[in-house]
């Protein structure tokens, strides 16, 4: 079945494995989130974050195991479901000899977004550029291409937003901006899913949190007072490995 428009607040991983020859990069993973919600997918480099990721943007088949938006598989609802998806990954996606509003043109024209000027003029007012909208991209530093990237990836709305390692080459008031914008995208009903190794940044951010170890998640315990995200991350961690 293919829809035209699709909606969804729920996503549901069920025991999903991926395998690439006799190497396991996920084992048996299964969570769930909502819309409102910021998830954290935490771990070492190789514990399958990215991977993960990426089959929840269909990106990638699952080896066996399956996913489900709003109770439904991807092939039930076909290309309607990659328009409510929005990716923040290590390829920023931009052109650096376009301008700001220029490349949120593009992008939102490739996504087929109405009333294009008037989203575009929000995006760059969400992502602080307004006054540096007709400047070339590549004269702007990792931080405000972070932003309009972040801005790319949302152009069309989406309902599911995943975000590989967001706060990578931030300063302080960039890890700050960007954690502003994720808490009003939370407000608004968005589900975001964040790989991060920045336990400082997303402490505080993330709703529930998953440790991913040897392709296996483990879900992080409620916090036990005045608890770190880090500390219950490495508690995590030895319980996994114990």
Request: with cysteine; aromatic share 6%.
């Amino acid at each position: 079945m293919t829809t035209t428009s699709f909606d969804f607040d729920t996503v549901e991983v069920r025991d999903v494995s991926k395998h690439y020859g006799r190497r396991r990069a996920l084992a048996h993973v299964s969570l769930t989130g909502r819309g409102g919600e910021i998830l954290g997918l935490l771990g070492p480099n190789g514990a399958g974050k990215s991977t993960l990721l990426s089959v929840l943007g269909t990106l990638m088949r699952p080896t066996s195991g399956e996913v489900r938006y709003g109770g439904k598989l991807s092939h039930e609802i076909g290309d309607a479901l990659r328009g409510r998806i929005g990716v923040l990954g290590h390829d920023l996606f931009l052109y650096g000899d376009l301008s700001a509003r220029e490349n949120l043109e593009f992008f939102g024209r490739l996504n087929g977004v109405a009333a294009l000027g008037a989203r575009v003029d929000r995006a760059l007012e969400d992502a602080r550029l307004t006054d540096r909208a007709r400047e070339r991209v590549s004269g702007f530093s990792r931080g405000l291409r972070q932003r309009l990237a972040l801005e790319r990836a949302l152009i069309h709305d989406p309902r599911l937003v995943l975000l590989d390692e967001p706060f990578t080459g931030l300063d302080d008031a960039s890890c700050t901006a960007l954690a502003d914008r994720l808490r009003a995208l939370r407000a608004s009903g968005v589900l975001i899913l964040m790989a991060t190794h920045d336990f400082d940044s997303a402490d505080g951010l993330i709703d529930r949190a998953w440790c991913l170890h040897n392709g296996r998640a483990h879900l992080l315990d409620a916090p036990a007072g005045a608890e770190s995200l880090r500390d219950r991350y490495r508690r995590a961690l030895q319980g996994a490995q114990a």
